[in-house]
T-cell receptor, first 106, second 117 residues
C-alpha cells in the first residue's frame, strides 16, 4: 500500500463544475503539499498545509491531521485547470502521491 | 515568489555519453536542493539530496557513481548522468529549499527531459 493515496486517479469535468481531489496518507507528517503539473512537465506548488484550510483564488485546500486526509477543491473549473494534481507529504523527505489527472472541457 | 530554473529543458544524447543538467535558484540562496526522476505516468521519485558544500545523500537504489551531483554554490546544483543508457531516459526535476523561507517549502524547477538513444 502506498504511503500517499490520491483519488480519483482520473477526473473529467465540464467547465464551471466544482471539483474535489482527495489525498490520504499513512505516515506522520510535518506538512502536506498540493502541486500542479502541466503537460509540459513543470511543477507549480499550490499549497503547503500543516493544519486547517487555505484559499488562493478558486483553489481551496483543507487538511484534517487526525484523519490523515486532505482535499483540494477547485471552484468554477476552467479548461486551463486541466493538469495533474499531486499530493505530497513531508516526512524527512517529500513522499508523492501518484497524481490525479484532471481534464476540464468547455 | 522563489524561482528555480533548469537547463537544458530537454536533451537527446547517444548511449554511452554523459549529460549534465543544471539547477539554479534565481532569487534566493538554496541551502538544500533535491533531484527527482519521473517516468511516464508515474510519481516523482527522490534520487538524492544535496547540501551546498557537502556530498549528496543518495536514495536507496540510486547509483552515486552514475548520477553525479555537485552543489558547489548556494545557487547552483548539477546532476551529471554518466554513461547514459536508454533506461535513463526520464524527466529529471530539481527543487530547492531556501534558508529564509518556511521550513521544508520546496520550489520546483521546470524539469529536464532526457532521451537516450
Amino acid at each position: 500500500k502506498n504511503e500517499v493515496e490520491q483519488s480519483p486517479q482520473n477526473l473529467t469535468a465540464q467547465e464551471g463544475e466544482f471539483i474535489t481531489i482527495n489525498c490520504s496518507y499513512s505516515v506522520g507528517i510535518s506538512a502536506l503539499h498540493w502541486l500542479q503539473q502541466h503537460p509540459g512537465g513543470g511543477i507549480v506548488s499550490l499549497f503547503m498545509l500543516s493544519s486547517g484550510k487555505k484559499k488562493h483564488g478558486r483553489l481551496i485546500a483543507t487538511i484534517n491531521i487526525q484523519e490523515k486526509h486532505s482535499s483540494l477543491h477547485i471552484t468554477a473549473s476552467h479548461p486551463r485547470d486541466s493538469a495533474v494534481y499531486i499530493c505530497a507529504v513531508n516526512t524527512d523527505k517529500l513522499i508523492f502521491g501518484t497524481g490525479t489527472r484532471l481534464q476540464v472541457f468547455p | 515568489g522563489a524561482v528555480v530554473s533548469q537547463h537544458p529543458s530537454w536533451v537527446i544524447c547517444k548511449s554511452g555519453t554523459s549529460v549534465k543538467i543544471e539547477c539554479r535558484s534565481l532569487d534566493f540562496q538554496a541551502t538544500t536542493m533535491f533531484w527527482y526522476r519521473q517516468f511516464p505516468k508515474q510519481s516523482l521519485m527522490l534520487m538524492a539530496t544535496s547540501n551546498e558544500g557537502s556530498k549528496a545523500t543518495y536514495e536507496q537504489g540510486v547509483e552515486k557513481d552514475k548520477f553525479l551531483i555537485n552543489h558547489a554554490s548556494l545557487t547552483l546544483s548539477t546532476l551529471t548522468v554518466t554513461s547514459a543508457h536508454p533506461e535513463d531516459s526520464s524527466f529529471y526535476i530539481c527543487s530547492a529549499i531556501a534558508g529564509d523561507i518556511p521550513h521544508n517549502e520546496q520550489f520546483f524547477g521546470p524539469g529536464t527531459r532526457l532521451t537516450v538513444l
